[in-house]
């Protein structure tokens, strides 16, 4: 169950990163 937690973050964290890429 973890694991799946965990992917969701990193899930997050890319699109926030690719947000931010966009933004600039």
């Known amino acids: ?3 799946e937690y965990w ?3 990193l899930e997050t ?3 926030i990163e690719t947000k ?3 933004n600039y």
């Open 7 to 9: 992917h969701m973050i």
């Open 13 to 15: 964290l890319k699109m």
């Open 20 to 22: 931010n890429l966009c």
């Open 1 to 3: 169950m973890e694991e």
